[in-house]
C-alpha cells in the first residue's frame, strides 16, 4: 500500500507560478514511478509529468518547459514546480503512484488559473 498526499493548490494569475507537493508513506526508490495527473471539468484526466526511481523524468507536451518534476533526497516527497501557468492549467492535480502493478492516488488539489 502507498498512500500519496497532495498539497499546494489554490489560486493564482496567468503567469504565476505554484509548486504542488506530493507526500508518500514509502520512498520513491521503492515505488517505479511518480506521476501527476490532472483533469480539468468535462475532461479525461491527462499525464502532465512523471518520475521514476532512477530519475528519469517526462512531461506532456502541453507543459514542457514550464512544469518540472522533481523529489526530496529522502524520497517521500515529490513536488511539481508550475511556472507561467495558464488558465487552460485549471484543474484537480492528482498524484499516482506505480508499484509492482499497482495503481495508487492522492485526493487531488485543485488548481485555478484565473484573473
Known amino acids: 500500500q502507498v498512500q500519496l498526499v497532495e498539497s499546494g493548490g489554490g489560486l493564482v494569475q496567468p503567469g504565476g507560478s505554484l509548486r504542488l507537493s506530493c507526500a508518500a508513506s514509502?520512498?520513491?526508490?521503492?515505488?517505479?514511478?511518480v506521476n501527476w495527473y490532472r483533469q480539468a471539468p468535462g475532461k479525461e484526466r491527462e499525464l502532465v509529468a512523471s518520475?521514476?526511481?532512477?530519475?528519469?523524468?517526462n512531461y506532456s507536451d502541453s507543459v514542457k518547459g514550464r512544469f518540472t518534476i522533481s523529489g526530496n533526497n529522502a524520497g517521500n516527497m515529490v513536488y511539481l514546480q508550475m511556472s507561467s501557468l495558464r488558465p487552460e492549467d485549471t484543474a484537480v492535480y492528482y498524484c499516482?503512484?506505480?508499484?509492482?502493478?499497482?495503481?495508487?492516488w492522492g485526493q487531488g488539489t485543485q488548481v485555478t488559473v484565473s484573473s
Open positions: 518520475i521514476t526511481s532512477r530519475g528519469t523524468t
Open positions: 499516482n503512484a506505480l508499484k509492482d502493478d499497482n495503481n495508487y
Open positions: 514509502l520512498s520513491i526508490f521503492m515505488i517505479n514511478e
